[in-house]
């Protein structure tokens, strides 16, 4: 990766430093999108059909998996994966059980009644990359918080053919409609819903940049309403390192989020020259062992190591550019963890690999990008459902509170609020 002094660049370069790959930007991207989404919202099923053997180059007559499909690829999963798949839901069941909601229900004042209550979502669609990279991993992720929070319907998309330890997965987790189709054009028949495909009311999940373009642009389509989770596109990981950081160890995680995709990016922030240069040696010797290394290779063409002056500084290099994954491999993670403000999830210490929170540690792994984590949270439990509040006045609370409310009111020019509160105390005073 290019080496480059924090310090000697002006602010301008700065910002060209921390910019994400171009391939994210390519405005041809959009315009795709929209062609795809609007065949789908005419075509239905048959223009998902067309999708799936233009870009997949598969050719289906039926796009949801039958009980006998389903049942089939289970049948196929070794135990290995089976034991892992095992451990891994015991963790995320474990950290998002913990999460659940117990509600607020108080007295603000003598009367005055307000609750904050919360309700599963009813319909979520849970979108599994598949392609080059079978996402197993992102099931899970998605389909048992979905469960936990009481979703009634839960619908999985995916390219096909899906493989085998997707299908297991989302069988283990409790998914029963899994349809056969990935790309942008899933995600419009989540949000449109086709003749096979029920539309939902939020829709979850990571993709490349046709997939993220294609949720911003149908959660801002007036014909529809559907939510998404997040702008959670391409992988990216930054990893702060002091000088004392093993090289091999860094390589392998910025290698890790490097093979997820050619508009991957990820960044190395450290006092160190010297471990900039050994983590370069590293990454050379690393790819060349890897299956996805040309894939790997692209990424890292837009990827920088950057040198600061200390840690402290390093922190704030890091929170400019928000990263999705931070790996802080210091003497003291911890201590450098107070001055973190934006990061989809941090990883602490030497022996904490980005790769156990993708799989396996229990955190969620869908996680905003493009520098989101600084105002948007990691995925979880709450997202699943929706808050809303209660209010309940006694007669006591309306006369202790109705003046208040009435002199609000009249001084916004709103007179029907005010009325609304005068005529309800009139009655009382007969």
Not at 134 to 153: F, N, R, Y
Not at 184 to 213: C, H, M, W
Request: charged letters at 20%.
């Amino acid at each position: 990766m290019q080496i480059l002094d924090w310090a000697s660049l002006s602010s301008t370069e700065q910002q060209q430093t921390l910019a994400r790959s171009p391939l994210i930007g390519d405005a041809s991207v959009e315009q795709g999108v929209r062609d795809i989404i609007e065949q789908v919202s005419n075509q239905g099923d048959a223009a998902l059909i067309n999708f799936n053997k233009r870009f997949d180059g598969v050719e289906l007559t039926e796009l949801a998996l039958s009980t006998e499909q389903i049942n089939a690829a289970c049948a196929r999963i070794s135990d290995n994966v089976k034991q892992a798949v095992a451990q891994a839901v015991n963790n995320i069941e474990t950290f998002h059980n913990a999460q659940v909601f117990n509600g607020v229900d108080i007295e603000t004042q003598p009367g005055v009644r307000c609750e904050l209550r919360s309700e599963p979502i009813e319909r979520v669609g849970l979108y599994i990359p598949g392609g080059t990279a079978p996402l197993i991993s992102t099931v899970m992720m998605l389909a048992l918080p979905a469960k936990i929070a009481g979703c009634e319907k839960r619908v999985l998309v995916s390219p096909p053919p899906i493989n085998d330890a997707i299908i297991y997965a989302a069988n283990v987790c409790g998914i029963t409609d899994i349809f056969q189709v990935g790309g942008a054009q899933a995600i419009a028949a989540l949000a449109f819903g086709t003749e096979s495909v029920p539309n939902v009311d939020k829709i979850f999940g990571p993709g490349n940049r046709y997939v993220t373009e294609a949720k911003r642009l149908v959660s801002q389509d007036n014909r529809v309403s559907v939510s998404i989770d997040m702008p959670a596109g391409p992988s990216e990981v930054l990893v702060i390192a002091d000088k004392d950081a093993n090289p091999a160890f860094i390589a392998s995680d910025l290698l890790s989020q490097a093979e997820h995709g050619v508009d991957s990016q990820v960044m190395l922030v450290t006092d160190s020259v010297n471990l900039a240069e050994e983590v370069n040696q590293a990454l050379t010797e690393q790819l060349a062992q890897l299956s996805r290394k040309d894939i790997a290779a692209t990424a890292l063409e837009c990827s920088r190591s950057i040198i600061v002056s200390d840690m402290s500084e390093a922190a704030k290099v890091s929170n400019l550019y928000g990263p999705e994954h931070l790996i802080i491999q210091t003497n003291a993670p911890r201590d450098l963890l107070k001055q973190i403000r934006g990061a989809g999830s941090v990883f602490l210490g030497a022996y904490t690999p980005e790769s156990v929170g993708d799989y396996a540690s229990g955190t969620n792994h869908v996680l905003p990008t493009y520098g989101y984590s600084r105002s948007v949270s990691s995925l979880s439990l709450a997202d699943f459902s929706r808050r809303f509040t209660v209010q309940e006045l006694s007669v006591q609370g309306l006369q202790t509170l109705g003046q208040s409310v009435m002199v609000l009111a009249e001084n916004e020019l709103l007179d029907a609020h005010k009325n609304a509160i005068a005529v309800r105390l009139a009655s009382l005073q007969q």
